[in-house]
């Protein structure tokens, strides 16, 4: 099976209702928190912390203007020139 091949699968299975049962999102979210757990380190901490307390101002206006491109066509257009939106 190719990789569009399991794409559109994939898609059918959604548009048909697939159902994911309980136990299995439960499993899910384990696996999902347990690589999180693992890639955190106690150095990594601190350097979020320090940044979250000495540039949080810088962090703030980041996320805004973020948003703001996110948010407005004509940035978008500017920094993504082959995307187009009628």
Do not use: C, K
């Not at 794409?7 to 384990?30: H, K, M, N, P, Y």
């Not at 979020?48 to 257009?77: G, T």
């Amino acid at each position: 099976m190719t990789g569009s091949d399991m794409s559109f699968t994939w898609l059918r299975d959604l548009a048909d209702g697939l159902t994911i049962s309980q136990s299995e999102v439960d499993r899910e979210r384990g696996v999902i928190m347990s690589e999180y757990v693992g890639s955190r380190s106690a150095m990594g901490d601190i350097a979020e912390a320090s940044e979250n307390f000495m540039l949080p101002d810088l962090l703030r206006s980041q996320a805004r203007a973020d948003r703001a491109d996110a948010d407005h066509p004509e940035r978008q257009r500017r920094h993504h020139p082959g995307l187009s939106r009628s």
